[in-house]
Every structure is written in C-alpha cells, then in structure tokens.
C-alpha cells in the first residue's frame, strides 16, 4: 500500500511544477531510509533539454537532506496514459533504490493507477555495485 503522506507530498509538488512549454504537470516524492519524504516537480527550460524531471528534483532535494536510499516513490500526473518514469530518471531512481523499490503511479489527485518494482520498470540494470570488482 502507498504511503497516503508520500502521494500527498507528491500532489503538492506538482502544484509547484514549472512545465510552460509542455504544459505537462508531474510530481513525484521519495522516502529516504530514516522515513524522511522529499517532493520535487518538473522544471522546463526554454532551451528544451535542458529541463528537469519531477523525479530528479526529488533525488536532489533526498542527497541535500543527507538520505542515500530510496524505499518508495510516487509520481504524480495527469492524463490517459500513465505517468511512469521516464528511462533517465529509471536510471537516477536505480543509483538509491533496489529491484524490490516500490513505485506508485498516481493521478493528479494522488489516487494509484498502478504501482510497479524499479526491477520491472528497469530489468537487468547497471547500478553502483556493478562497478565494484
Ligand atoms: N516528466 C516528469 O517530470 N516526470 C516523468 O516521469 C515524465 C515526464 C516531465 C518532463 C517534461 O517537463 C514533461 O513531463 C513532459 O514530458
């Protein structure tokens, strides 16, 4: 079951968000392993790749805040399609979470549309313990 102040963080999030350009809202939200939440929305730029993921803002604000594991994300849009993680940010979520982290996939209002693993959003992945010998 998501965490109801996870997905709450989420929602407030992407009120934040700042999406001119692709008028795509989203928010996503972390708890760290001391059970600390961390919120972040997309952030566009008007030279285009230069924006932001909600989730890398979540990342940034769990690593300022000193957490270093991620045990359950949410993300928060609207839409007929869901609102997964897009490749990078799989990847960013991969370097703090483990195949079992739990990923909650939520409508604008917060309610789970689908929760997956990182494992089945990125199967056979390449993480930190890869580089150790
Ligand atoms: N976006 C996110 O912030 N997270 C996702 O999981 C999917 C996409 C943003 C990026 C861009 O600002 C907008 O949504 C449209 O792609």
């Given at each position: ?49 230069q ?28 839409g ?37 693993t ?16």
């Amino acid at each position: 079951m998501a965490d109801g102040s996870l997905i709450a963080a989420a929602v407030a999030a992407r009120g934040k968000a700042y999406a001119p350009y692709s008028r795509f809202l989203v928010g996503a939200a972390v708890k760290d392993e001391a059970g600390a939440v961390h919120s972040g929305c997309n952030v566009e730029n008007a030279a285009y790749p230069q924006g932001t993921c909600a989730e890398a803002g979540a990342i940034a604000a769990m690593v300022l805040a000193g957490g270093r594991r991620i045990m359950e994300a949410v993300v928060v849009g609207a839409g007929e399609g869901l609102v997964t993680p897009c490749g990078g940010c799989r990847q960013k979520l991969r370097e703090f979470g483990s195949a079992d982290l739990a990923i909650h996939v939520c409508d604008e209002t917060g309610r789970v549309r689908k929760s997956f693993t990182l494992g089945e959003l990125l199967p056979a992945s390449f993480g930190p313990e890869n580089l150790s010998s």
